[in-house]
């Protein structure tokens, strides 16, 4: 009931609690006295429901197969797996929701619904963020994500609302009317005050000294300065992350995208862009800062019309955006003697440009960067 897909993973020591309580809500463990209720809520809610949630396609079912649906789910969650809750408002269930294991050890996965009814008055934020830090709150669990639909926007506000931030896409088999096949993965950030916006002049001298404690080295901070003072700067582009510190905002995070050139095999010199460098505190390192802040800046190109970007970097990480090969698009990106060949990656967003291959020829503020 809590999401569209049953999963019989199972990997936790120890059950989740029975019951969570925030300001407003009681989530707790479906009980067979529910039925009734539950079965009341879920076919008032069906029309709300069925462009997003695959399960609505099996109902209405029967009161003694939703009776088995909770014996189903009390014994999964006994099992260290997913567990489903009822979420209560005055003792009178308003939807429904749960933590997922099917991500893999270590990692749970927040899913929920709430009547149409009591929708727009922030319930469904309230019970996401007390899904995620209860979870959070557990030695064995290391990372909390919510999935949305490409084309559920209330969704997505929700989950930035809640305190997650843009992961990862994934595509897959479309399961109700009004899915895309392209899904939005959110990850939760346990980080007071999380934020990521444009860098400002104030924030250059807190930008310095975290990239060169983040690289253990001043070049990286030289980079981001040389960059900043030349005409490949972006300014819109170039983004901090902060969170609230115990001496006001603290900078834990910084990421620039800015200007290069892509010369064509026909001596043409197209202007592109290219994704370095990225630099997250070393204290802060782990919990998706740098993830949240390569999303921000392809989003922010993507929107500002870039066809293309290109990074050198960890192939294993940066798949994770979209990158791909450069080679593989036909570019090819003078690669440094520490780096391997694959480090060479681009991500195209716009297909239709057929004359972006060649090769990247770097700012001059990368001459002194081995």
């Given at each position: 009931?809590a999401d569209?897909?049953?999963?019989e993973?199972?990997?936790?020591?120890?059950?989740?609690?029975?019951r969570?309580?925030?300001?407003r809500?009681?989530?707790?463990?479906?009980?067979?006295?529910?039925?009734?209720?539950?079965?009341?809520?879920?076919?008032?809610?069906?029309?709300?429901?069925?462009?997003?949630?695959?399960?609505v396609?099996?109902e209405?079912?029967?009161?003694?197969?939703?009776?088995?649906?909770?014996v189903?789910?009390?014994?999964?969650w006994?099992?260290?797996?997913?567990?489903?809750?009822?979420?209560?408002?005055?003792?009178?269930?308003?939807?429904s929701?749960?933590?997922?294991?099917?991500?893999?050890?270590?990692?749970?996965?927040?899913?929920?619904?709430?009547?149409?009814?009591?929708?727009?008055?922030?319930y469904?934020?309230?019970l996401?963020?007390?899904?995620a830090?209860?979870?959070?709150?557990?030695?064995?669990?290391?990372?909390?994500?919510?999935?949305?639909?490409?084309?559920?926007?209330?969704?997505?506000?929700?989950?930035?609302?809640?305190?997650?931030?843009?992961a990862?896409?994934?595509?897959?088999?479309?399961?109700?009317p009004?899915q895309?096949?392209?899904?939005?993965?959110w990850?939760?950030?346990?980080?007071?005050g999380?934020t990521?916006?444009?860098?400002?002049?104030?924030?250059?001298?807190g930008?310095?000294?975290?990239?060169?404690?983040?690289?253990?080295s001043?070049?990286?901070a030289?980079l981001?300065?040389?960059?900043?003072?030349?005409?490949?700067?972006?300014?819109g582009l170039?983004?901090?992350?902060e969170?609230d510190?115990?001496?006001?905002?603290?900078i834990?995070?910084?990421?620039?995208?800015?200007?290069?050139?892509?010369?064509?095999?026909?001596?043409?010199?197209?202007?592109?862009?290219m994704?370095?460098?990225?630099?997250?505190?070393p204290?802060?390192?782990?919990?998706?800062?740098?993830?949240a802040?390569?999303?921000?800046a392809?989003e922010r190109?993507?929107?500002?019309?870039?066809?293309?970007?290109?990074?050198?970097?960890?192939?294993?990480?940066y798949?994770?955006?979209?990158?791909?090969?450069?080679?593989?698009?036909?570019i090819?990106?003078?690669?440094?003697?520490?780096?391997p060949?694959?480090?060479a990656?681009?991500?195209?967003?716009?297909?239709?440009?057929?004359?972006?291959?060649?090769?990247?020829?770097?700012?001059?503020?990368f001459?002194?960067?081995?």
């Amino acid at each position: 009931m809590a999401d569209d897909r049953s999963d019989e993973t199972q990997w936790l020591p120890e059950p989740l609690p029975a019951r969570i309580e925030t300001e407003r809500l009681v989530l707790r463990l479906w009980q067979p006295d529910d039925v009734e209720a539950m079965a009341t809520v879920v076919l008032r809610s069906l029309g709300h429901l069925r462009p997003f949630m695959a399960w609505v396609v099996q109902e209405p079912i029967t009161l003694d197969r939703r009776h088995q649906l909770i014996v189903q789910w009390r014994d999964q969650w006994e099992a260290g797996g997913d567990v489903g809750y009822g979420v209560f408002l005055d003792n009178q269930p308003i939807g429904s929701c749960g933590l997922h294991c099917r991500q893999g050890p270590r990692v749970l996965e927040v899913g929920y619904w709430i009547a149409a009814e009591h929708n727009g008055r922030g319930y469904a934020t309230e019970l996401t963020q007390a899904l995620a830090q209860t979870a959070l709150a557990r030695p064995d669990v290391d990372s909390v994500v919510l999935q949305t639909d490409e084309a559920n926007t209330a969704s997505q506000r929700v989950a930035v609302k809640a305190g997650f931030r843009f992961a990862r896409r994934q595509t897959f088999p479309p399961l109700a009317p009004a899915q895309t096949g392209v899904e939005y993965v959110w990850r939760y950030m346990d980080l007071p005050g999380f934020t990521v916006r444009a860098e400002e002049p104030e924030d250059f001298d807190g930008i310095d000294r975290m990239v060169a404690e983040a690289f253990g080295s001043p070049v990286e901070a030289r980079l981001v300065r040389d960059i900043r003072a030349s005409s490949f700067y972006r300014p819109g582009l170039a983004l901090v992350a902060e969170i609230d510190g115990d001496f006001g905002r603290e900078i834990v995070g910084h990421v620039m995208i800015s200007g290069c050139t892509l010369r064509t095999d026909l001596g043409a010199d197209i202007d592109t862009v290219m994704l370095a460098p990225l630099a997250v505190a070393p204290t802060r390192q782990g919990h998706g800062v740098g993830a949240a802040l390569v999303w921000e800046a392809l989003e922010r190109a993507r929107a500002e019309g870039e066809p293309l970007v290109v990074v050198l970097g960890a192939p294993d990480y940066y798949c994770r955006f979209g990158f791909e090969p450069a080679t593989d698009r036909g570019i090819t990106m003078p690669v440094p003697d520490w780096a391997p060949p694959e480090a060479a990656q681009a991500i195209l967003f716009d297909q239709s440009r057929t004359d972006l291959q060649g090769t990247v020829v770097y700012p001059p503020a990368f001459d002194d960067v081995d």
